[in-house]
């Protein structure tokens, strides 16, 4: 996750503690973070999207952690002390007793976000989001109008979310964009930009596609329509540092952007440069993301390295609690996600950017290539930019080969 606006300003941005290391409350290193937990609390959605990674639907689905179960997990996260509690979906909403749920975990003093369709959300659900103290909500949007509608598979769609952002903004509860890069969203990334300033929406989230459930179907970005979403983005995000409205906005699922952030930055804005790429090197990107600062947990329990690796099982939290698994588990995969340097192949292993990148996006090339060391099949840097070394790292050393960590390591499917 990059936050833009902290790199392309001077201004300081929510959590630029934990992933940049300043400000108070840093830890020492971003190896040294507990994970950001996204908590699919329901698979149930009211909406058919066609790139939701759960391939979620209108229909019970058995087995989903009960309100006893979801208590004691979310005792065991308190204790675990996880810096945040991402409730998502489905659609979180649709889960039975949610405030409940979600009350219960304010009070054990977790941080809570929400990520929702925002269908549901009405002034008075928007009341009870605020009192219980949600710190975010994102809502999610694919496009304007008709597009959205078609995107969410279902006509209204797109009214209903823009109502929940004025539901959520008129009782006092940040909320946010939440978007998904495609080909289908591409077309519409100006409009959207224009939603965003005449909505006065303070925070951004342009994710980039991950081959999971329905997505695995949806058209991604060629690499040169990717470059250009980022240069749009950018010239947005610089756009409104000048008028002195600097939303928080932030890339998601993609390292190279980071990357691509400092070519743009030696071009144009070289003093930022350095700071920049301090807070960079420092956040390490995808080598302290998946399976080290964000973990996910199903609708079922199941443990995985991240929302999109549900093929990926590490453990469930109905038989061992969360933080045993997070500290124990010897998975073949997730001690490759957490070796220094990852055992990164192809491009990925030579890339001058290794510091900065983390080694891409591992489940993207896991969907692709079934190695989930392969390159990352999205990075769109090319090939000359991946030896262009700027500014200088510190040292980083060669990539090792370890044998039991290649693409012949079994699925662990416990």
């Given at each position: 996750?990059?936050?833009?606006?902290?790199?392309?300003s001077?201004?300081?941005?929510?959590?630029?503690?934990?992933?940049?290391?300043?400000?108070?409350?840093?830890?020492?290193?971003?190896?040294?973070?507990?994970?950001?937990?996204?908590?699919?609390?329901?698979?149930?959605?009211?909406?058919?999207?066609?790139?939701c990674?759960?391939?979620?639907?209108?229909?019970?689905?058995?087995?989903?952690?009960?309100?006893?179960?979801?208590?004691?997990?979310?005792?065991?996260?308190?204790?675990?002390?996880?810096?945040?509690?991402?409730?998502?979906?489905?659609?979180?909403?649709?889960?039975?007793?949610?405030?409940?749920?979600?009350?219960?975990?304010?009070?054990?003093?977790?941080?809570?976000?929400?990520?929702?369709n925002g269908?549901?959300?009405?002034?008075?659900?928007?009341?009870?989001?605020?009192?219980?103290?949600?710190?975010?909500v994102?809502?999610?949007?694919d496009?304007?109008?008709?597009?959205?509608?078609?995107?969410?598979g279902?006509?209204?769609?797109?009214?209903?979310?823009?109502?929940?952002?004025r539901?959520?903004?008129?009782?006092?509860?940040k909320?946010?964009?939440?978007?998904?890069?495609?080909?289908?969203?591409?077309?519409?990334?100006?409009?959207?930009?224009?939603?965003?300033?005449?909505?006065?929406?303070?925070r951004v989230?342009?994710y980039?596609?991950?081959?999971?459930?329905?997505?695995?179907?949806?058209?991604?970005?060629?690499?040169?329509?990717?470059?250009?979403?980022?240069?749009?983005?950018?010239?947005?995000?610089?756009?409104?540092?000048?008028?002195?409205?600097?939303?928080?906005?932030?890339?998601?699922?993609?390292?190279?952007?980071?990357?691509?952030?400092?070519?743009?930055?030696?071009?144009?804005?070289?003093?930022?440069?350095l700071?920049?790429?301090?807070?960079?090197?420092?956040?390490?990107?995808?080598?302290?993301?998946?399976?080290?600062?964000?973990?996910?947990?199903?609708?079922?329990?199941?443990?995985?390295?991240d929302?999109?690796?549900?093929?990926?099982n590490?453990?469930?939290?109905?038989?061992?609690?969360?933080?045993?698994?997070?500290?124990?588990?010897?998975?073949?995969?997730?001690?490759?996600?957490?070796?220094?340097?990852?055992?990164?192949?192809?491009?990925?292993?030579?890339?001058?950017w290794?510091?900065?990148?983390?080694?891409?996006?591992?489940?993207?090339?896991?969907?692709?290539?079934?190695?989930?060391?392969?390159?990352?099949?999205?990075?769109?840097?090319?090939?000359?930019?991946?030896q262009?070394?700027?500014?200088?790292?510190?040292?980083?050393?060669?990539?090792p080969?370890?044998?039991?960590?290649?693409?012949?390591?079994?699925?662990?499917?416990?």
């Amino acid at each position: 996750m990059l936050n833009l606006t902290s790199l392309l300003s001077l201004t300081t941005q929510p959590a630029d503690n934990l992933r940049y290391g300043r400000g108070h409350g840093a830890p020492p290193s971003a190896t040294d973070r507990r994970p950001v937990v996204v908590w699919n609390i329901t698979r149930r959605c009211n909406l058919h999207c066609i790139h939701c990674y759960s391939d979620s639907d209108l229909r019970f689905y058995p087995g989903e952690l009960t309100d006893d179960e979801s208590h004691r997990l979310i005792d065991d996260l308190a204790d675990f002390k996880i810096p945040a509690l991402l409730l998502s979906g489905g659609e979180p909403l649709m889960r039975p007793r949610f405030f409940d749920i979600a009350r219960y975990a304010a009070q054990r003093g977790l941080r809570l976000t929400l990520s929702t369709n925002g269908t549901l959300i009405t002034p008075h659900v928007a009341e009870q989001i605020r009192s219980i103290g949600f710190s975010y909500v994102g809502i999610s949007l694919d496009g304007i109008g008709p597009a959205h509608d078609n995107f969410r598979g279902k006509s209204g769609s797109f009214n209903r979310a823009v109502a929940a952002f004025r539901a959520c903004q008129q009782v006092g509860q940040k909320v946010g964009l939440r978007l998904t890069l495609s080909r289908q969203t591409f077309s519409q990334l100006d409009q959207i930009l224009d939603f965003i300033e005449s909505e006065n929406i303070p925070r951004v989230c342009f994710y980039h596609l991950v081959y999971s459930g329905r997505g695995s179907d949806l058209a991604s970005l060629s690499h040169q329509q990717s470059r250009q979403a980022l240069d749009k983005i950018i010239n947005r995000v610089e756009k409104w540092i000048h008028q002195g409205s600097p939303r928080e906005v932030l890339t998601v699922d993609q390292p190279a952007d980071a990357a691509y952030l400092l070519l743009y930055l030696q071009k144009n804005n070289p003093s930022l440069a350095l700071r920049a790429r301090q807070m960079l090197e420092w956040n390490g990107g995808a080598a302290n993301s998946s399976g080290i600062g964000i973990a996910n947990i199903d609708s079922q329990g199941n443990v995985h390295p991240d929302q999109f690796w549900h093929s990926l099982n590490l453990g469930n939290v109905r038989h061992t609690p969360f933080s045993q698994i997070w500290r124990e588990s010897k998975d073949p995969i997730l001690l490759g996600l957490r070796s220094k340097p990852r055992p990164v192949q192809g491009r990925c292993s030579s890339c001058l950017w290794l510091p900065i990148c983390g080694g891409g996006f591992r489940v993207r090339a896991w969907q692709r290539t079934g190695n989930p060391w392969a390159e990352d099949p999205a990075c769109y840097l090319t090939d000359q930019e991946t030896q262009t070394q700027f500014p200088a790292f510190s040292h980083y050393p060669p990539t090792p080969t370890t044998p039991q960590l290649t693409n012949q390591s079994p699925i662990n499917s416990n």
